[in-house]
């Protein structure tokens, strides 16, 4: 049917089908800023306003538009042109991967229509039809409030001020006062070690790092160009879909696709029968890959309900789905394992029991054990016999998603010279280059991929999940391929945190002195091993260490079961380790009758101490001793405890409600040493602007405007001066990928490092310009100058303009890589304050609070935006975010409303601290700080729950509430049925 709309002001006449969508027609106009997140109208990504109203286009039909006023994020505004409301995100940080950055301004644009003057309550609340994944919703609430400001016409102050921590005085290295905290009064810590100072920018050397500088890519983002995978044209486009597994476990004895071929507009329909059998992995992880080979792109045995069986291309979604269905296939039914505890019995069938998968390490797939890790420091047997008390308890933590808005997509085709052109949503386009060649007989040079703009990845993305099927197609079509997934097709055929149960026995002396820690892990990997023996050893390697005792042992066992494989997620393993870690030291200090935080500060890491686990476990080889140079530890207690109000009474003005506040610590580390690698080309231009291209992927962490203030730093310029170029495997020089917190303190140094070689070529044209009696080592590069020490100075672009026209002509430019045997480790304190409902055991979070130590903060603003989506990640985690399955292996929650992330308006107020130390191997004194903000907010919330205030019958440790994760509604009400009675079978 033929409808008529205003769209963005003008009148626009369109065909529509019956069953199209209004975002299906909006793209087909060209309109971008509306994404695809999900199908069921969850997650706002595709929001538009109809009438002024905010509607769901994903679900809206299209006719419904006839005669009505449809504005997108592309009315508001150019990225030279911005208006107030765009303005006010990219000062306040509101902007991380930005692909829900159009829906969140459009949010913005009806409230503040409807009411200029907003509290922050209904802030949040026009935000809670857009989810997020990554801002935890703080910077964009201060963003709304801030434009309602500037809308109304009134001042408002710049977004420019320091973190909230610390420094030492010179910034040249680490605090020497390691003091523990003192547990009294109402915080923890009482006042910072004098030798520690507040810092300022007056007060503060660099010019460019250090400060806040909102992200060089934002203006696109906020006005909703295209810059992610699906937002390019490409003519002669198929679309792919795949038939995914019913069954848990099956071989397949029969598969025909006669009558799918037959179909008109299908171009390919591939299985096992098409393309050739070779074994790999889809983690993505420099070589030589620690994960086993125990995938093949299509094979005859299905092992989850969700795996693939056949892909098909063909001219339209609704033709390759209707292809689907046409696809005849017959199982042969396996006997299925759903339970990690039961996969290693006798008896059990053998999920990968093909002759031509290969493991690492220690592995027994007759067992069904994709990994086996063993690192022990002294000798645990001793240390408990010494120990005058010894703990023993299990903890057991859920399957989770990453659930990033951006569902993973990749587009495929062949250029003008036949090589293959891989357009994909990754973390690891080196990774994904070099994996799929072989999978699709292809080498290297005859491929190149692109990573455009990621809408979020944390660690999903860091897999190659589709890019191998959309090729396959396109090799054997000869067109241009997209494939997408759907939300459920996430949930089902993506990836997941590994469940994990895991015991810890913990030997101390009266006095609190640990002196032996062990924890045993049986981890559960699903159909396929990918991360299988990593994930795992940082479970082990970055937790234990975190409490000095003189015995440590690890050791766990990752098995195989029938349910979708988990993979790599944000914090990798430390999660699981540091919820069990905190909740046991803390039921040691009980039984010891310490104050838990006492207990704690006698036994934490402090500067000159060394992780004796790093050595031991590192990528699946021998690692890297690993000293502890800075450590701001006591401070992030100390700020984090006072946030909150620990050790204050907490009081809920309604008698059927209880509160009580909790935390944890946790420590992570940057990057993996002797593995990660990234490189770094600059080179100066006529107008003294850079080119740098980097191998650094940029996931919305704000990597790209990072690396363009270290490179202004070392070069005396501006941010905006450099202009970035990511990840492009043609392109860019190499680098691992954007996992295990590198991209900074790796990709950062090899930026510095290129900028200082481009420097130096630039002092020494300025010398020559200056004169004879000026030497290169005497310039100084400032304000886009370089200038020689009597103050004559010439500009960076005199220097180009020379360098390149006049005399001596070169291209000055600057190249380096960076490896690092360190791995300085960020610190976190993480406190939560919870009410609960003693009726229904429904769990509510008050405020929570996050102090982390990240060396120098490089750009404040983005950091803090890290640390708070970061720990809203573990606010879900530790609260209401789990995996369901049924008996027969089919994943229960599919969408957005099943698996419940939080939404703006359910947020507790978040408390956010940036303890800065100077750690002397990142660059300018950086490290990592995404990761770690994921690790101690899940113990937090369950001890404040646990708390002498709230717990069933007031003890500390009865009822086991937690010892699991998530804390719902039914395992508080399971917890108690066991702690009043416990000849009842109540389970969780």
């Avoid at 159009?102 to 949010?107: E, K, N, R, T």
């Avoid at 006529?686 to 650094?696: R, T």
């Avoid at 303890?915 to 990142?922: A, I, K, L, R, S």
């Avoid at 709230?950 to 395992?971: E, N």
Wanted: glycine share 10%; hydrophobic share 40%; with cysteine.
């Amino acid at each position: 049917m033929k409808i008529t709309f205003t769209l963005n002001g003008a009148p626009v006449t369109a065909d529509v089908r019956a069953n199209q969508t209004l975002l299906d027609l909006l793209r087909g106009e060209a309109i971008y800023s509306g994404k695809h997140g999900c199908e069921t109208g969850e997650c706002g990504a595709c929001a538009v306003l109809v009438g002024g109203e905010l509607r769901p286009s994903c679900l809206m039909p299209a006719a419904r538009v006839d005669g009505r006023v449809v504005e997108t994020a592309e009315a508001g505004g150019r990225p030279n042109r911005l208006n107030p409301i765009h303005r006010a995100f990219l000062d306040c940080g509101g902007v991380q991967c930005g692909y829900c950055t159009p829906a969140m301004v459009l949010a913005t644009e009806q409230l503040l229509r409807q009411n200029p003057s907003p509290t922050e309550q209904e802030a949040r609340e026009c935000l809670s039809g857009v989810l997020c994944r990554c801002t935890g919703y703080v910077k964009p609430v201060e963003a709304i409030l801030r434009a309602a400001v500037l809308l109304r016409g009134e001042e408002v102050p710049p977004v420019d001020r320091p973190p909230s921590g610390v420094l030492t005085p010179d910034g040249s290295g680490p605090a020497a006062d390691t003091r523990p905290p003192a547990a009294s009064g109402n915080t923890i810590g009482g006042e910072a070690p004098a030798a520690l100072l507040e810092r300022t920018l007056e007060g503060d050397p660099l010019k460019v790092v250090g400060r806040p500088q909102p992200k060089l890519d934002g203006p696109r983002l906020v006005t909703g160009r295209p810059a992610f995978v699906a937002d390019v044209e490409v003519r002669g486009l198929l679309h792919a879909r795949l038939l995914l597994s019913p069954h848990a476990h099956a071989r397949i004895t029969r598969i025909d696709a006669t009558r799918a071929r037959a179909l008109p507009g299908v171009h390919a329909v591939l299985t096992h029968h098409d393309i050739p059998r070779v074994s790999y992995t889809s983690a993505g992880q420099s070589w030589p890959e620690p994960s086993p080979h125990d995938m093949r792109s299509l094979d005859d045995k299905v092992r989850f309900v969700g795996d693939r069986v056949a892909a098909v291309a063909a001219e339209t979604p609704e033709i390759a789905a209707q292809a689907l269905t046409l696809i005849e296939v017959e199982y042969e039914i396996l006997p299925a394992i759903l339970d990690m505890e039961q996969s290693t019995l006798g008896g059990a069938s053998i999920i990968h029991d093909e002759p031509d998968s290969r493991g690492f390490g220690h592995f027994d797939f007759a067992r069904n054990i994709a990994a086996q890790i063993t690192a022990t420091h002294g000798d645990v047997a001793q240390g408990f016999a010494e120990a005058d008390l010894i703990v023993e308890r299990t903890y057991r933590v859920p399957k989770v998603q990453q659930t990033s808005i951006e569902p993973h997509v990749t587009i495929t085709y062949l250029d003008e010279d036949d090589r293959l052109v891989v357009r994909t949503s990754t973390q690891v386009p080196f990774h994904v280059r070099r994996i799929i060649a072989p999978l699709i007989g292809l080498p290297i040079s005859r491929i190149r991929v692109i990573k455009p703009r990621i809408g979020g990845g944390f660690g999903g993305k860091q897999e190659v999940l589709i890019e191998d099927i959309c090729a396959h197609l396109t090799l054997a079509t000869g067109r241009p391929v997209k494939l997408e997934y759907t939300r459920a097709e996430e949930f089902t055929a993506a990836r997941s945190r590994h469940p994990q149960i895991i015991t810890i026995k913990t030997g101390v002396m009266r006095d609190g002195t640990l002196v032996a820690n062990e924890m045993r892990v049986r981890a559960d990997t699903g159909a396929y091993g990918s991360h299988a023996l990593t994930v795992q050893s940082n479970t082990g390697v970055k937790t234990l260490p975190l409490y000095r005792a003189p015995h440590l042992r690890f050791e766990c066992t990752t098995v195989y079961t029938n349910l979708p494989p988990a993979g790599a997620f944000r914090g990798y393993g430390v999660p699981q380790g540091a919820f069990a870690l905190e909740c046991q030291m803390d039921e040691v200090a009980h039984l010891l009758g310490m104050d838990p935080w006492e207990f704690r500060a006698k036994n934490w890491v402090r500067v000159g101490d060394v992780n004796v686990l790093s050595k031991k476990m590192n990528e699946g080889k021998e690692g890297y001793a690993q000293e502890i140079a800075s450590c701001g530890l006591a401070e992030c207690v100390a700020k984090a405890s006072a946030a909150v109000g620990y050790g204050q009474p907490k009081v809920s003005p309604h008698p059927h409600k209880k509160r009580g506040v909790g935390g944890a610590i946790a420590m992570q580390g940057s990057a993996i040493p002797g593995v990660d690698m990234g490189g770094a080309w600059l080179k100066l231009n006529d107008d003294g602007s850079f080119n740098l291209l980097v191998g650094a992927t940029d996931l919305g962490t704000g990597a790209d405007t990072v690396m363009a203030q270290i490179a202004a730093e070392v070069l005396g310029c501006q941010a905006e001066d450099i202009l970035v170029y990511p990840s492009d495997t043609d392109l860019t020089p190499f680098d691992t990928g954007a996992y295990a917190s590198s991209t900074t303190y790796i990709s950062g140094m090899a930026v510095k490092k290129a900028a200082e070689e481009a420097a130096w070529e630039i002092r020494k044209v300025a010398a020559r310009l200056l004169g004879d009696t000026v030497h290169a080592e005497q310039i100084r590069l400032d304000d886009r100058k370089a200038t020689a020490p009597d103050g004559r100075s010439v500009t960076l672009a005199e220097v180009a303009l020379h360098s390149l026209h006049v005399a001596n002509q070169q291209q000055i430019m600057g190249q380096a890589s960076s490896v690092s045997l360190k791995s300085p480790p960020p610190f976190c304190a993480q406190f939560a304050e919870v009410e609960v409902d003693v009726e229904t055991g429904q769990v509510t979070v008050l405020q929570m609070a996050s102090a982390v130590d990240c060396g120098r903060a490089m750009n404040p603003v983005m950091a803090e935006g890290q640390v708070e989506g970061a720990a809203t990640q573990a606010l879900g985690y530790g609260h209401c975010e789990e995996m369901v399955w049924d008996e027969a292996g089919r994943m229960l929650t599919q969408d957005l409303r099943d698996y419940h992330i939080y939404e703006a308006a359910e947020m507790p107020v978040h408390h956010t601290f940036l303890v800065e130390t100077h750690d002397p191997f990142g660059p300018f004194g950086a490290k990592a700080v995404a990761e770690v903000p994921t690790d101690a907010m899940a113990p937090a919330i369950a001890k404040a729950i646990v708390s002498k205030n709230v717990a069933p019958h007031g003890d500390p440790v009865q009822g086991g509430t937690r010892r699991y994760i998530p804390i719902t509604c039914r395992t508080m009400l399971a917890a108690e049925c066991s702690a009043s009675r416990p000849d009842l079978a109540c389970q969780k």
